[in-house]
């Protein structure tokens, strides 16, 4: 918001600079925080410091979405935030909010317990009481047209494309739903074929009038059709035969969607899954009606993210009911992942004048947090990888932890995953004298993180330590 308001006001984009040269850590703040000093007070102070003209600056702020944030709290954080900073202060916009009716919303907006935000907006329920039918016929003829007179297909540019029956059947395949509607649209514009062949592509996919049980059971349908040609196209081209589409994309969907721990960017990722340069661009090119890669906006690590155009895909991707055959587990996802990091790490070279990289540009260290996030510290390790590690690997694994002081940084979870890992060779794998072995890298471990938080008053976190080993 700041900075699109900044974008429209040259003397208010100077008080919000001055804002954040004042508070560099604003970024860090709370939301309200955030709000009020990159938007209330800047917008105060241009009222009072110059001539200031209300009506030239616009009168709306749209926030689509408010749903996707993570979690209720958030929501709710949020919508308090706009109240308090944007409403109470009487600034000069309508605030347009386009949400799922989520719990924080309607809590919000609920008539019988007089919601705090209940007196002071509109509320359009879209989901129960309006037919977007109209809406929806109106917006397929008008972007097909347009769609249509800009292809270079002679079919498409004619007055009779699309024809009325096939207009009609994709609305009542909508089932009130704009979401297939715009991911149709999204689809037939795709370069690459002609928009008759993928629009009658469509029209194929579409039940027949009488087989709608649910509101999205078509537009799953379609999900289901775009997935299987974009899998079968990737999968005839792929130049390492036998790598599995549906499971790369779980992955980068797992690593982008992780609301707690860490995740990689997208050129991050490609090295850990040990994929080729703009793998995850090659990955998505005949799903761009779905998803795309896009930069981060005020990015400290420039952090190239894959992004939802809506969240039913991201929720059609986690339901077996939903994606059926097409579905992939997180389990599946998390021996993969460790599967590949191993691989990096056995690579890694014990030369002194070796700089570690196996690859392009990614430190190894993150296939080894990798390995240790995505195997549950060593609980979801097979056991041949395991005996890969424990053969030719760990000596190179010390290596990468210890650059960046890793094992200080996460603290009792390197310990901890050699500790399960030494188990699960003496316990499950038979293998007494290769857990011996790893018994002076154990200890070594967790001598350094058992110092540190001596050395840095974190006492209390020294029972999360596993035992030493004699």
């Not at 209330?40 to 200031?52: A, G």
């Not at 390492?240 to 960017?265: E, K, M, T, V």
Request: some cysteine; proline content about 5%; aromatic content about 10%.
């Amino acid at each position: 918001m700041a900075f699109q308001l900044g974008q429209h006001d040259p003397t208010l984009q100077d008080f919000i600079r001055k804002a954040i040269e004042k508070d560099p850590p604003i970024f860090t703040r709370t939301i309200q925080t955030q709000m009020d000093t990159l938007v209330v007070r800047p917008f105060k102070e241009l009222q009072v410091n110059v001539d200031f003209d209300a009506g030239s600056f616009p009168h709306a702020m749209l926030i689509d979405g408010l749903d996707e944030c993570a979690g209720e709290e958030r929501q709710a954080e949020l919508l308090s935030t706009i109240k308090h900073c944007l409403l109470d202060n009487d600034l000069p916009f309508r605030i347009f909010i386009a949400s799922r009716p989520e719990w924080a919303i309607r809590s919000a907006l609920n008539v019988e317990t007089q919601g705090y935000l209940h007196p002071l907006a509109y509320h359009i329920r879209l989901s129960d009481t309006y037919d977007a039918t109209k809406d929806i016929r109106r917006y397929l003829w008008r972007r097909l047209r347009d769609i249509g007179s800009r292809s270079y297909d002679p079919r498409a540019r004619s007055q009779s494309w699309p024809t009325v029956e096939d207009i009609e059947k994709l609305v009542l395949t909508a089932s009130g739903q704009f979401v297939y509607a715009a991911t149709v649209v999204k689809y037939v514009s795709e370069h690459g074929s002609s928009p008759v062949d993928r629009l009658q592509t469509v029209v194929d996919w579409t039940p027949e009038e009488g087989q709608l049980t649910r509101p999205f059971e078509a537009l799953d349908v379609l999900y289901a059709s775009i997935l299987s040609a974009a899998k079968e196209s990737y999968e005839a081209v792929d130049s390492r035969r036998g790598r599995n589409f549906l499971l790369l994309l779980r992955a980068y969907q797992i690593n982008f969607g992780a609301l707690a721990g860490p995740w990689w960017s997208a050129p991050e990722f490609d090295e850990i899954l040990d994929l080729e340069r703009n793998a995850h661009e090659v990955l998505v090119s005949d799903l761009h009606s779905l998803v795309v890669f896009h930069q981060l906006p005020g990015s400290l690590r420039a952090s190239m993210v894959m992004h939802f155009y809506h969240r039913s895909f991201s929720e059609f991707l986690d339901s077996e009911t939903r994606s059926k055959n097409l579905f992939i587990t997180e389990l599946q996802v998390k021996a993969y992942v460790p599967e590949t990091s191993v691989q990096r790490i056995n690579r890694v070279s014990l030369e002194p004048s070796s700089t570690h990289a196996t690859s392009r540009s990614m430190p190894d260290g993150d296939a080894v947090d990798a390995l240790m996030y995505y195997s549950d510290r060593g609980n979801l390790l097979s056991g041949q990888q395991i005996l890969a590690l424990a053969h030719n690997g760990w000596e190179k694994l010390d290596r990468l932890v210890q650059e960046g002081n890793k094992i200080l940084v996460l603290g009792p979870d390197y310990p901890l995953m050699i500790f399960v890992i030494m188990r699960r060779l003496k316990d499950e794998l038979n293998e007494p004298g290769l857990a011996d072995a790893l018994k002076s890298y154990y200890n070594k471990w967790r001598k350094l993180v058992q110092t540190y938080f001596v050395e840095n008053d974190l006492r209390s976190f020294l029972s999360n330590l596993p035992p030493e080993e004699p």
